[in-house]
């Protein structure tokens, strides 16, 4: 006998489920059924090692109603991973749409996947929010065909993910901010506040992923007391030259290379000169902010050094700027009891020690350590939120930290079958 397709095993246990009516224009699992709320959130970050995928419970749940019930990262296959590497230094638009579909059919599979190892199916889940993969972010307005416009580009096709999983599919969550004016980055101010707003002591959420961000948590405060930017980069220039090096793996694991140099004075000072970390937020970047001629000077600069030394100057970069940023913008608004780590960077002895000495005065911390959602699954975690709230008919943005003129409810959706 011939075996089921997934489609075909998806559909027949959606005709069991609760929309057996065939009613509903789009499938809701079991939402509302013992106040359980399924939504599978996708994403990759700009570090672009892999698919974060997480399934969330947005019915009933510790940190904020929001509780996790599986996690896993799937990093992409090497030819993929080349192919977005190759498409960001000068791709075409037959790449770029070829991309877009492949990228789809990847974030397809890793939810897939993780349904399958959570033994859930399709059909429990009510939405997938997808941030996709971001190509290239353009915050700052330039003018392209007699208008100034600013731009961003996330792929990893939303229909495709539909008709894959048959599951409704929340994505380009960015844009819808621009529209209104925002950076449409970060987005990721709406899950801090849920996640990690503290009663009593003020903390900043800092992410460490490719890049990295930081958000001001003020002790009870509002969504409106907010200021969220990227201070710069974070993983990017530290795989970079882990590949330059050839480390094994393409990282530092742990940062224990990093642990055993000293950062070079001078080269720290060169790569100070970034015009981005003078900027004033509202502001968010992408890894461009590091290519060209800046990380030119800096391989070129850093000939004389060992891998080392290299890895620990750029350790300290990320450390310096982060706690500069804070210091600037953040610590003038709120007391900083805090700091709570997420991201790959969180890993990184080298970065994490260099964190705490350029931020004496608060305790670092890791999101393992304060909340029920390991700091690795929050992007993830984010875009299955912003789904949520999609669906819902809620802001996902935040104004005062995207500078947007409005709060607005974000992303496109595409109905499952
Ligand atoms: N065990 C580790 N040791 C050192 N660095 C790590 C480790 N795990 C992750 N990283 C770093 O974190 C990066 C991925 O971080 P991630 O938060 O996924 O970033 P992004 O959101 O940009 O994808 C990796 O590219 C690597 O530089
Ligand atoms: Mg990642």
């Known amino acids: 006998m011939r075996s089921e397709t997934p489609r075909e095993k998806q559909q027949r246990h959606r005709r069991r489920g609760p929309d057996a009516d065939g009613s509903a224009s789009y499938h809701r699992g079991d939402a509302g059924a ?4 399924l939504v599978l959130g996708l994403s990759s970050g700009t570090s672009m090692d892999g698919i974060d995928a997480a399934l969330v419970d947005f019915g009933e ?3 904020g109603g929001i509780d996790l019930l599986a ?6 296959p090497q030819a993929l ?3 977005l590497a190759s498409c960001c230094r000068g791709g075409d638009c037959a790449d770029v749409a070829r991309l877009d ?3 789809g059919e990847a974030f397809a599979a890793a939810a897939l996947d993780l349904l399958a190892s959570a033994g859930r199916e399709p059909a429990d889940v009510c939405c997938i929010g997808s941030h996709g993969q971001t190509l290239i972010h353009l915050p700052q307005a330039e003018e392209i065909g007699g208008m100034r416009v600013s731009a961003t580009l996330q792929i990893g096709e ?3 993910i539909a008709e894959r999983t048959g599951i409704t599919t929340v994505g380009d969550f960015r844009t819808r901010d621009m529209a209104a004016g925002g950076q449409g980055a970060p987005l990721v ?5 849920e996640m990690l707003t503290h009663p009593e002591r003020g903390r900043v959420a800092l992410n460490l992923g490719g890049i990295a961000n930081v958000t001001g948590l003020p002790a009870g405060g509002s969504l409106a007391d907010l200021l969220a930017f990227d201070t710069g980069p974070a993983n990017v220039l530290l795989d970079a030259a882990a590949r330059r090096h050839q480390l094994e793996g393409g990282i530092d694991e742990g940062g224990a290379l990093a642990m055993t140099g000293a950062p070079d004075p001078e080269l720290l000072e060169t790569l100070m000169t970034h015009p981005f970390f003078e900027r004033r937020p509202p502001k968010s970047a992408d890894l461009r902010i590091v290519s060209g001629d800046y ?9 004389d050094l060992s891998t080392a030394d290299l890895l620990r100057t750029l350790a300290e970069l990320t450390a310096r700027t982060v706690a500069d940023g804070i210091d600037r913008y953040i610590s003038p608004r709120q007391a900083i009891d805090e700091i709570v780590v997420s991201g790959g960077g969180a890993h990184n002895a080298a970065v994490m020690s260099a964190v705490r000495t350029h931020l004496p005065d608060a305790r670092v911390l890791t999101v393992d350590q304060v909340s029920s959602i390991p700091g690795d699954a929050k992007e993830a975690v984010l875009f299955a939120y912003l789904g949520h709230l999609a669906l819902a008919g809620r802001c996902g943005n935040v104004p005062s930290a995207t500078g947007a003129e409005r709060a607005a409810v974000l992303g496109k959706i595409v109905p499952g079958w």
């Open 34 to 37: 013992n106040g359980r709320e």
């Open 158 to 160: 939303l229909s495709v």
């Open 71 to 76: 996690f896993r990262m799937q990093e992409y």
């Open 295 to 303: 990380a030119e000077r800096c391989w070129e600069e850093a000939a």
């Open 61 to 63: 749940g510790e940190a």
């Open 189 to 193: 101010p709406i899950l801090d506040h």
């Open 81 to 83: 991973r080349s192919a």
């Open 101 to 103: 579909v492949a990228i």
